[in-house]
């Protein structure tokens, strides 16, 4: 039997970055909420709890994996790694997906348990994982909700890859899918190769809180699957979610995490009470988010001041309990005459409207560019590169300069590439929500 260590609660810190004064009359307040869990240890580094964690693996099995044939080489050692890195307790299952969903382990619609006899069993039916049919990942979704469902466990996630584009399902069956499996699960998405549909991949990612990526070399997909696993071993708390509050006469105009990557949840709202409302954030080991937060609040007169908005961390209580408050910090806001401190913009704000503003820039520019509106890609892109050299984003400078020739990247002057490795124009667009933080001075 395995030994599990003693379990603790991560610890949960907020802090709020912003300047709370504004102009007389101003209605519009901009904070960044740092959001950090440490400390959690609800297992050791070989066994989890029992019930802790859940995770199903959907390997795309369609037709076109075979071709070449080292992505389904590639696809079975990624998911055989995956399960070596599954600790013990850890409840797991492997589905086949291709127009239809199959259990390839351990079947009978259950999960199993892991330990050294079920990784075996596991990777041994992966042997005979073969490749055929087309593609509805609607479907295999389902199956893995359904798995997922019928777990205690605290933690329920899934990785899903695909190698091509969702054919043979109605686009609408997936969103469908999508929005019944939000909440109830997280899930990693991998595209491999360079068939596949970004805005797909990426969708489904962003609906179930979770990261999206391109493997374009199926020689690297172990490596990234078994990154990916080590990464939802460490989740520790589940279905936290921000709550933000505000006075009568203020509302939230919109909340979108900013890092480590951009994701707007201003539609996830759900209420928590007349002045509160609840956004997703999913599961968290440790780790730190960001999130700019803007809040409307009524106008006011110079000197007066108000509590704009209240953040906080909170997680579902037992049944018949309140939510469990984990941290929570102020938003504020100060009218003042003083033009220098209301003018002023809180550096965390600033570099975090840029991120989000470069992903933007990036998305528009490469759809500008399929479009062969050669201005439009240019000056979109220019602003990237001009974004990403100035907030220091490095990785995605060196990704946009796969796709433009950088003359001046500080003013933003850039030449369209004639001819660009569709890998490259690819993980530009997937990775562009990436952001980097703020440097430390």
């Keep these: 039997m395995a030994n599990f260590a003693k379990p603790s609660a991560p610890r949960f810190s907020v802090e709020v970055y912003q300047n709370e004064f504004l102009a007389e009359g101003a209605r519009d307040v901009h904070a960044i909420v740092t959001v950090t869990s440490t400390g959690g240890a609800t297992a050791t580094r070989t066994a989890?709890?029992?019930?802790g964690a859940a995770v199903v693996i959907m390997v795309d099995c369609s037709g076109s994996m075979e071709y070449p044939p080292d992505k389904m080489r590639g696809a079975r050692e990624a998911t055989a790694a995956a399960v070596d890195t599954l600790r013990d307790g850890t409840a797991f299952a492997v589905i086949a997906g291709t127009h239809v969903a199959k259990e390839v382990f351990p079947r009978r619609g259950l999960l199993a348990i892991a330990d050294a006899t079920t990784r075996a069993q596991a990777k041994e039916a992966l042997r005979g994982l073969?490749?055929?049919?087309?593609?509805?990942?609607?479907?295999?979704l389902r199956l893995a909700d359904g798995?997922?469902?019928?777990?205690?466990?605290?933690?329920?996630?899934?990785?899903?890859?695909?190698?091509?584009?969702?054919?043979h399902e109605d686009p609408a069956v997936l969103r469908a899918t999508l929005d019944a499996c939000a909440g109830r699960f997280t899930c990693d998405a991998r595209g491999v190769g360079t068939d596949w549909e970004v805005k797909e991949v990426t969708g489904i990612a962003s609906a179930l809180l979770g990261t999206a990526d391109i493997v374009a070399d199926p020689a690297r997909l172990s490596a990234d699957f078994t990154h990916m696993m080590e990464n939802v071993m460490g989740k520790e708390v589940a279905d936290v979610s921000l709550r933000l509050w505000t006075p009568v006469g203020a509302e939230i105009?919109?909340?979108?995490?900013?890092?480590?990557?951009?994701?707007?949840l201003t539609a996830r709202r759900t209420e928590a009470s007349p002045r509160a409302g609840d956004y997703p954030t999913g599961s968290w080991g440790d780790e730190s988010r960001e999130y700019h937060v803007c809040v409307r609040v009524p106008g006011a007169?110079?000197?007066q001041e108000m509590l704009a908005a209240r953040a906080a961390l909170v997680m579902p209580g037992a049944p018949g309990e309140d939510p469990a408050v984990l941290a929570q910090g102020l938003v504020r806001a100060v009218w003042t005459d003083d033009l220098a401190a209301s003018?002023?913009?809180?550096?965390?704000?600033?570099?975090?409207?840029?991120?989000a503003e470069l992903a933007q820039a990036i998305q528009q520019g490469l759809e500008a560019r399929k479009l062969g509106d050669v201005?439009?890609?240019?000056?979109?892109?220019?602003?990237?590169?001009?974004?990403?050299?100035?907030?220091?984003?490095a990785d995605t400078a060196k990704l946009l300069a796969k796709v433009v020739d950088v003359v001046d990247a500080a003013a933003g002057t850039v030449r369209l590439k004639a001819k660009v490795a569709d890998a490259d124009e690819?993980?530009?667009?997937?990775?562009?929500?990436q952001t980097v933080r703020v440097r430390k001075s």
């Design 343 to 355: 003018t002023a913009i809180n550096p965390q704000v600033a570099h975090y409207t840029g991120q």
């Design 130 to 140: 073969t490749s055929g049919g087309g593609t509805a990942i609607g479907t295999w």
């Design 147 to 167: 798995l997922l469902h019928g777990s205690t466990a605290a933690i329920r996630h899934g990785i899903l890859l695909t190698d091509g584009r969702n054919e």
């Design 375 to 393: 201005g439009g890609a240019t000056a979109k892109l220019g602003r990237a590169v001009q974004l990403a050299s100035s907030s220091g984003n």
């Design 426 to 433: 690819m993980t530009l667009e997937t990775r562009s929500t």
């Design 301 to 303: 007169a110079v000197g």
């Design 253 to 264: 105009l919109y909340v979108k995490q900013v890092a480590p990557a951009v994701q707007d």
């Design 48 to 51: 989890v709890a029992p019930g």
